[in-house]
């Protein structure tokens, strides 16, 4: 990948579709993660405002510190770079409690997990009126139209996607290149939706490089019969998520009514 060129494309991206949309920049949520860590810094690189928003809910440590160190660096070496925190555990908690009981708390772990993207893209879009800013996706090839690993209307309720065209590999190469911090280089993936230390691979059950492998397999009409051993097992992985989750890939189906019917 020719990798300056790529970044001097996206940023060139960014700033022209800000200013045909007449805004005036960029809002995103940053998580400690590589992929909210290059999104901002390209959106920053456009020179235009990028409003950052840290949100926790019950969220690690460590994430949340590499959230804040990330912003910082933005804030020393861009201009218009700001940080707005915005607490919302005790507002989940609060939702959390105004839901009826279930008989087993694991039956709504997922729902849960599923609420805070969604909490957090409702505070991403309050700013982005309040100020005029478009909200930065910052999902990536393998998680938007690979595996669907993304929240709908949560973190895949965006405006625009810088990113959305870069395998995760490829996104890790403009991360080094950018000057990314070394902890978030060498965090492991995770959505952050769990308030644990578990991780994207510990959810599908396949690393990011094995999930490009089996997209380019498919991409290519390969079948399961085609492999074996942890080949075989990791394309299945990747068919079986890339088949649930096409009503996230998509668009919203519509129900046409026949002109005979009008």
């Known amino acids: 990948m020719q990798t300056q060129k790529v970044v001097d494309h996206i940023v060139h991206w960014l700033k022209d579709y800000a200013e045909k949309a007449n805004v005036k920049g960029f809002v995103i949520g940053i998580s400690g993660g590589i992929d909210s860590a290059v999104t901002s810094t390209l959106c920053a690189k456009t020179g235009l405002k990028v409003k950052c928003l840290e949100m926790p809910i019950h969220q690690a440590e460590n994430q949340v510190s590499r959230a804040?160190?990330?912003i910082d660096w933005?804030?020393?070496n861009f201009d218009d770079v700001e940080l707005q925190q915005v607490n919302l555990?005790?507002?989940f908690d609060s939702l959390l409690a105004s839901l009826?009981?279930?008989?087993n708390e694991e039956e709504r772990f997922m729902s849960l997990a599923n609420?805070?993207?969604r909490l957090r893209m409702t505070s991403l879009y309050y700013f982005a009126a309040l100020e005029s800013l478009l909200v930065a996706g910052t999902g990536n090839k393998v998680e938007d139209f690979g595996v669907g690993f993304?929240?709908?209307y949560g973190d895949g309720g965006v405006d625009l996607s810088p990113i959305a065209d870069l395998l995760k590999t490829e996104v890790y190469e403009i991360a080094e290149h950018l000057g990314i911090h070394e902890e978030i280089l060498t965090a492991a993936p995770t959505d952050g939706l769990w308030g644990d230390d578990r991780t994207d691979e510990d959810q599908i059950g396949a690393t990011y490089p094995e999930l490009e492998w089996a997209m380019h397999m498919d991409d290519l009409g390969k079948t399961a019969d085609n492999f074996e051993g942890r080949k075989l097992e990791v394309f299945k992985i990747y068919k079986k998520l890339n088949t649930a989750n096409q009503h996230k890939m998509q668009p919203i189906p519509v129900c046409e009514i026949p002109l005979n019917l009008k």
């Open 68 to 70: 804040l160190r990330h």
């Open 74 to 76: 933005l804030k020393e």
């Open 89 to 91: 555990t005790p507002v």
């Open 100 to 103: 009826p009981k279930v008989e």
């Open 115 to 117: 609420t805070r993207a």
């Open 150 to 152: 993304y929240t709908k």
